[in-house]
């Protein structure tokens, strides 16, 4: 079973609302889904982006693998900064 991280679109017509969930990489875009850790909202100006630090790095420890889309999230708001920081050194 393949994880993915990704956008599931909520809203009425032509007011888009997307929750970043986890879900497996089989099942439909807006079905179902594992855990929900974030949401965008892209009609506000600025877009507004939420999202759940400690739930995305557990995720991506993981295996969760990120969509292109919420990959440039999570780099936004230095999920993946935080993520490496955590690892720390390893020695050889």
């Known amino acids: ?15 888009p609302f ?8 089989n099942s439909p875009r807006d079905g179902k889904f ?8 892209p ?9 759940n630090v400690e739930k995305a790095i557990y995720w991506l420890e993981k295996g969760a693998q990120p969509t292109n889309t919420v990959k440039s999230f999570l780099y936004k708001k230095g999920v993946f900064y935080k993520k490496h920081f955590l690892n720390g ?4």
């Open 43 to 51: 009609v506000q100006n600025p877009y507004i982006v939420e999202v």
């Open 18 to 25: 997307y929750s970043i969930v986890i879900a497996n990489s």
């Open 89 to 92: 050194v390893k020695k050889i």
């Open 1 to 15: 079973m393949s994880l993915r991280i990704r956008l599931q679109r909520k809203g009425k017509k032509k007011q």
């Open 34 to 41: 594992i855990e929900k850790i974030g949401i965008y909202n």
